[in-house]
């Protein structure tokens, strides 16, 4: 097995993970990695080949056989010791996933953190699947439910959280004794190789985590094969219905997490300065490419006044490359998403939402080619205009009038999307009004990105989610099991032929 492949490839050229072996693929076209600040090629990614991506689904089967069988406290024990070195390696990993995604250091370390998060929820597996047990339902008959796993499970994961997305998911599936394939993002693919590498090294079987890599063609493979039995999937709008419908059509379980458009309601008794610095780092924290970003601030009457700060507060925020400790942000992930952002900043401007700071010409010293937007601001915004309607996933925040709480749920209530909502007020009355009234999957008082942690679980909803079962916490064992149900009687001295029964009834 080549050491270390993800951070020291043969080439540029990265392995998969297949049959428990770090493989070269046979592919013909492989996928550049670029540097977001600098274009430079750092890997290239595998498109895996139809039959790579049979040996992986046939691998994950077959370990299943005995890995479904391995006690639940031993899979807990491995799960603790993989814990152990995600922590031991979180400044290796946070800088393998800066250098891919563009992210500062710290982010990207926050980036890893969330992930390890829910490992260590992973670890508490032995009573996370108990089931339940009712004595005497009927006459010297008992009944008892055992949560069992479903067998090879996938995910199929977005570019802008290369280490916590696919850590919500694969973790948690194998502690539950399933066996696991995960697509990860193509733009960045080393952070889960990494993961990968230091799964094996934790001492699962070799066998029971497959990685392969490549974009649509390797994931419809993995949604037509009748040995996937569910689907997870986080990423695009058009893409998570795409995938909700195929795998759901091909009767698999399916979850699929979409694209957001998050509004932060700031009333105006909220602690001014407090709010503004939130408002800033939810919006353009991470080059805005986060999908519980606020990307819409209601301004609720006299908050209005205070655009000129927010301004002020925006304009405070430089981008950077990973490694420049004083960058707010790093790069956008590719030229297109930084054009296409750009793109819709000149949209707004031309449907008549005021331009109060203006990113597109941002530029950073020493890396003329990174795909930099800077901070950008409208107020007056709609919705109806494009910068409202559409997720520009960059650093641009639309400011909306309300003249009411009221006003500012109504607002909020008739958009489709609903994968995080804030509110910035000193009243509880008005928190609590807001919390209860408002059709949004997860609500922060005073807390600008509410992703709970993972002993809830990731609720968004609305058009941010397809499926039943959210990610991680009690919802992820339920998503990752099934019940079975055992009724059983046992035959006493007391209990005499009594003919056959014909009814439904136990007897
Ligand atoms: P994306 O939809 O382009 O890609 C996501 C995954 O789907 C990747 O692995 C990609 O290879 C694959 N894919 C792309 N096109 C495909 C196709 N046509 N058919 C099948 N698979 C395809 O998303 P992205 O740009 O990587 O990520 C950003 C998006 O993810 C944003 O919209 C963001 O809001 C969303 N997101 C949502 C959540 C959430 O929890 N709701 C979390 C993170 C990101």
Redesign the pocket.
């Known amino acids: 097995m080549a050491t270390n492949p993800a951070t020291r490839p043969e080439g540029k050229r990265i392995p998969h993970l297949i049959a428990g072996e770090w493989r070269q693929s046979s592919c013909d076209s492989w996928i550049d990695v670029t540097d977001p600040a600098t274009q430079d090629v750092l890997c290239q990614a595998p498109n895996t080949t139809p039959d790579e991506m049979e040996q992986a689904i046939a691998s994950a089967k077959a370990a299943f056989k005995t890995w479904k069988d391995v006690p639940t406290p031993e899979r807990a024990r491995m799960m603790l010791r993989y814990q152990a070195l995600l922590k031991e390696h979180h400044d290796e990993l946070g800088e393998i996933l800066a250098k891919e995604t563009g992210k500062t250091f710290a982010d990207a370390k926050g980036d890893v953190w969330r992930g390890i998060e829910v490992v260590e929820q992973a670890c508490n597996i032995s009573t996370s699947m108990m089931g339940e047990a009712a004595e005497q339902i009927a006459n010297g008959i008992d009944t008892r439910t055992i949560t069992e796993p479903l067998g090879v499970c996938t995910a199929?994961?977005?570019?802008?959280?290369p280490a916590m997305?696919p850590l919500w998911f694969f973790p948690l599936a194998i502690a539950c004794g399933n066996t696991f394939v995960l697509?990860?993002?193509?733009?960045d693919p080393m952070t889960p190789n990494r993961l990968a590498e230091l799964f094996l090294e934790a001492g699962f079987p070799p066998d029971v985590l497959q990685v392969v890599h490549?974009?649509?063609e390797?994931?419809?493979v993995l949604?037509a094969h009748e040995d996937v039995k569910a689907v997870s999937?986080?990423?695009?709008?058009?893409?998570?219905h795409?995938?909700y419908r195929t795998a759901t059509q091909n009767l698999k379980r399916c979850q699929a997490?979409?694209?957001?458009k998050n509004h932060m309601v700031v009333m105006p008794d909220a602690p001014k300065q407090q709010t503004i610095d939130n408002l800033v780092g939810s919006a353009v924290g991470a080059a805005g490419?986060?999908?519980?970003a606020n990307s819409v601030a209601v301004l609720v009457g006299e908050a209005r006044e205070w655009i000129p700060d927010i301004k002020a507060a925006m304009e405070g925020v430089k981008p950077g490359r990973w490694d420049d400790e004083n960058a707010g942000y790093g790069a956008q992930?590719n030229k297109a998403?930084a054009q296409r952002i750009k793109d819709l900043i000149g949209k707004g401007v031309d449907e008549g939402a005021t331009l109060e700071l203006d990113g597109r010409d941002c530029t950073v010293e020493g890396y003329p080619d990174g795909n930099w937007v800077g901070p950008t601001l409208f107020s007056g915004v709609k919705p109806g205009q494009t910068v409202y309607d559409q997720?520009i996933?960059g650093p641009v925040l639309s400011l909306v009038d309300a003249g009411s709480l009221e006003e500012a749920i109504a607002i909020i209530n008739s958009n489709p999307y609903g994968?995080g909502t804030s509110i910035f007020t000193s009243s509880g009355a008005a928190a609590r009004k807001y919390s209860h009234e408002i059709e949004v999957g997860q609500v922060g008082v005073n807390i600008p990105i509410p992703v709970p942690v993972p002993f809830f679980s990731?609720t968004?909803g609305k058009a941010?989610?397809y499926g039943d079962l959210h990610?991680y916490g009690k919802q992820a064992i339920k998503f990752f099991t099934e019940t079975k149900t055992v009724i059983s009687r046992w035959f006493d001295d007391d209990h005499l032929p009594t003919g056959p029964n014909l009814t439904i009834n136990m007897k």
Do not use: H, W
Not at 156 to 161: A, Q, R, S
Not at 233 to 240: I, K, L, M, W
Not at 289 to 292: I, P, T
């Open positions: 199929i994961t977005p570019f802008n959280f997305i697509k990860p993002s193509e733009q490549g974009g649509k390797q994931v419809d949604l999937f986080v990423g695009s709008v058009p893409v998570a795409y995938i997490f979409a694209g957001a490419q986060r999908c519980m992930i998403a997720e996933f994968n990731f968004g941010s989610f990610a």
